[in-house]
């Protein structure tokens, strides 16, 4: 069964402090690997998508990286405005995402 | 940059009632979907679109939901007997291919 498990559920920073966030996923053939942002009572933002082992995207303070098992989502100099929860998601062999839980970021001034 | 809209943002509703939530995809877009979110829940699929039919839906998606374009443009998920149990943001997502998909930004429905 594909599952995407994300980790930690909850991480709280200084501002400044830079940290990584995982996902890890069990999917019957990678057919991409996207990153989300959503704020409270909002939808997903598109942040990334990876396709391959190995591949790295970067956006501001954003760099997402892939292994064959997992993937990180690595926050550089995190500002208070990069507070919100991140979404891992993969799709299925119907392209239907299937999402992790999130991890909520909370970046302290 | 073009983006996808969703009406109403908030709806509230009596048990039983019927709902309309729509959804203005990304003009180019071609496939459809509709996902649930529970409070303090993953996002869930519901339901897949394309070429004017259903490709795809989950065990939610039952005889009390349904979707269709009607206008070629606009993209709407019915319920027709609301439940408590449907209480939940609802988010439309489009795409190109049949791989990104761009959200927009929910219907937070209520049934009381």
């Known amino acids: 069964e594909d599952q995407v498990t994300q980790s930690p559920e909850a991480l709280r920073l200084q501002e400044g402090e830079s940290s990584s966030l995982n996902c890890s996923y069990t999917v019957s053939g990678l057919r991409g690997l996207f990153w989300y942002r959503q704020d409270p009572g909002k939808g997903p933002e598109f942040l990334f998508t990876?396709?391959?082992a190995g591949e790295e995207k970067e956006k501001e303070r954003l760099k997402a990286t892939l292994t064959k098992k997992e993937s990180f989502l690595h926050i550089t100099a995190p500002k208070p405005e990069d507070s919100a929860t991140y979404l891992c998601?993969?799709?299925?062999?119907?392209?239907?995402?299937?999402f992790g839980s999130g991890t909520r970021l909370l970046v302290r001034p | 940059e073009p983006e996808v809209t969703q009406t109403p943002s908030h709806q509230v509703t009596q048990m039983g009632q019927e709902v309309i939530l729509r959804c203005v995809p990304i003009s180019n877009h071609l496939y459809f979907y509709w996902y649930r979110q529970i409070l303090g829940q993953k996002v869930e699929f519901l339901v897949s679109?394309?070429?004017?039919?259903?490709?795809?839906k989950s065990e939610i998606f039952d005889d009390q939901f349904s979707v269709e374009r009607p206008d070629g443009s606009n993209f709407t998920l019915k319920i027709r007997s609301t439940k408590l149990e449907d209480s939940a943001m609802y988010f439309c997502a489009t795409g190109q291919g049949s791989y990104e998909q761009y959200f927009g930004p929910g219907t937070r429905l209520t049934v009381t």
């Open positions: 990876l396709y391959s």
């Open positions: 998601a993969v799709p299925d062999s119907s392209y239907k995402l299937i």
């Open positions: 679109f394309y070429n004017n039919e259903i490709s795809e």
